[in-house]
């Protein structure tokens, strides 16, 4: 698709109408009171200045009445809203009423992985994954070996590593002892199991202190084929921090050797798990770079690929499109199901979903969740949704998926990367700027301006769909082209600029 605008204002491609049904349109272009508009083919007059990636009312909306963006509601007018209106939070109400819901009545397959489609570098593992990157993973098993484990990994900066060793890399987090309950540390150990076992990783260090409750006999013990690829070490045992950083480094050593005599081969890309999220987004995020990246999505899906989508938060609103997707009923009733638990987990601490916006959505022109999930469901294309993960959950499945997450980006990237996403699709609107440890991040800017101002953070322009240059067809391919070749080696931005974020799911008190 197209949109119908040129990369130059005038009154016909000033504003942008997503569905015929909306009573709003969003300006492409900072609009001044006075303004023209021309939408739809009736003529809108701008009665007040609307900033770029906002929205103006086509017509008038009466105290209470529904506001439609994407042919959805997205809230209720808190007063009357006269045509050519600046529509935001001051005259927009969030509206928790939700859509009936279209369960599905049969059940699809999950879809074949293809072997005869597009083909990337990689790294097959024994257990059929496949690996974009092959690190060597130091993980803190808590807080206090943290620092540890840094230390470790940075003692390696500057060394020359064989060419198919990406790095040593270090997973220090603030977590690991001081849980009440067994649900927190039930969780961190999945997430920081999902590392060392990741299809990127090599082989890993697992480091403790030695009397955090997150003890490492946890991860130790496998028989499988993987036995010789993790050390279990604790600082109290080797001597202090000196003495484990020593030993640490001959048993990389060990490891390095063992790493460097893998290498890349032809791997179908059915193999690859993307990862989607967006972060800072904006007005346009639901108009071009959601889009693009769901085109993407399905190309993946098609071949048996597997698109993750994530952040429970910023679906609310927007479930019911997921859930007439869904493979079957029991693949929908548990999608709701997170959703309600989530619910549940932020009225514990007097929260709300429409606590998510944050002061730079609202400037870019999102008004509340309702809003921007819709815009962040983009992401997922229109293929079916063949099943439903917990946080940081092994994926296993073909075809898209969602993962139960948070919107906060670096612990919904923590839990998509810990489920075995080997690449993620970042979708900004604002300018995100974020990464992980081991696993390739792409960014997506949804408009030029971002993408121009952060030229170092950005992959690709999707901002020149709204520029009329390029169509969602268009860009969406363009991230598909580049996940293969990031796939097989190429640097993203994130990667270049040295981001490793990484921060686990903390869901209760601390001791």
């Known amino acids: 698709m197209l949109l119908d605008i040129a990369s130059l204002p005038s009154p016909e491609n000033s504003a942008i109408q997503l569905h015929p049904a909306d009573n709003i349109a969003v300006a492409r272009v900072p609009l001044a009171a006075g303004t023209e508009l021309r939408v739809g083919g009736e003529a809108v007059m701008v009665r007040e200045a609307v900033p770029a990636g906002h929205k103006v009312a086509l017509r008038a909306i009466a105290e209470g009445a529904t506001v439609f963006r994407y042919g959805q509601p997205i809230g209720l007018a808190k007063a009357p809203i006269e045509p050519g209106s600046h529509v935001h939070t001051h005259n927009l109400a969030f509206d928790e009423r939700r859509a009936a819901y279209r369960f599905p009545s049969g059940s699809l397959d999950e879809p074949a992985r293809r072997e005869d489609g597009p083909s990337f570098l990689g790294y097959l593992r024994d257990d059929g994954r496949a690996g974009t990157r092959n690190y060597i993973a130091v993980v803190a098993a808590s807080n206090c070996a943290a620092h540890t484990a840094e230390l470790i990994a940075a003692s390696f900066t500057g060394e020359t590593l064989p060419p198919n060793v990406d790095g040593v890399m270090a997973f220090p987090h603030g977590e690991g002892c001081g849980h009440a309950g067994d649900a927190d540390i039930d969780q961190l150990r999945r997430t920081l199991g999902g590392v060392l076992a990741h299809p990127n990783v090599s082989a890993a260090v697992i480091l403790g202190l030695g009397c955090e409750g997150n003890q490492i006999d946890h991860y130790l013990g496998d028989t499988g084929p993987r036995a010789g690829r993790l050390v279990g070490m604790t600082v109290q045992a080797s001597g202090g921090t000196r003495s484990t950083v020593e030993a640490a480094r001959r048993e990389i050593a060990r490891l390095i050797e063992i790493a460097a005599a893998e290498s890349r081969r032809p791997i179908p890309a059915s193999r690859i798990v993307l990862g989607l999220n967006c972060g800072g987004s904006d007005s346009f995020s639901g108009i071009t770079a959601n889009p693009a990246l769901g085109r993407c999505s399905d190309w993946l899906a098609e071949l048996g690929g597997t698109p993750v989508l994530a952040e429970t ?187 490793r974020e990484f921060v686990p799911w903390r869901i209760g008190p601390v001791m």
């Not at 322009?461 to 990031?486: P, Q």
């Open 313 to 499: 938060p910023e679906i609310f609103g927007a479930e019911h499109l997921l859930v007439q997707r869904a493979r079957n009923r029991e693949v929908a009733e548990k999608l709701l199901a997170k959703i309600g638990h989530y619910k549940q987990y932020l009225a514990r601490f007097g929260g709300s979903f429409d606590d998510n916006p944050s002061p730079g959505n609202k400037a870019g022109g999102l008004s509340n969740i309702l809003e921007k999930s819709l815009g962040a469901a983009a992401k997922s294309g229109s293929s079916p949704l063949i099943e439903v993960y917990d946080y940081a959950e092994r994926i296993h499945n073909s075809g898209f998926a969602f993962m139960n997450t948070p919107g906060y980006d670096p612990v919904s990237l923590t839990g998509l990367a810990a489920g075995g996403a080997n690449l993620i699709a970042f979708t900004t609107g604002r300018g995100s700027a974020i990464g992980f440890p081991t696993v390739p991040v792409i960014k997506i800017a949804s408009n030029s301006h971002t993408f121009r101002a952060m030229r170092d953070n950005m992959d690709v322009n999707a901002g020149s769909i709204a520029d009329g240059e390029r169509t969602i067809d268009e860009v969406g391919r363009e991230i598909f082209d580049l996940m293969l070749a990031v796939a097989s080696g190429q640097q993203t931005c994130a990667e270049r600029l040295g981001h």
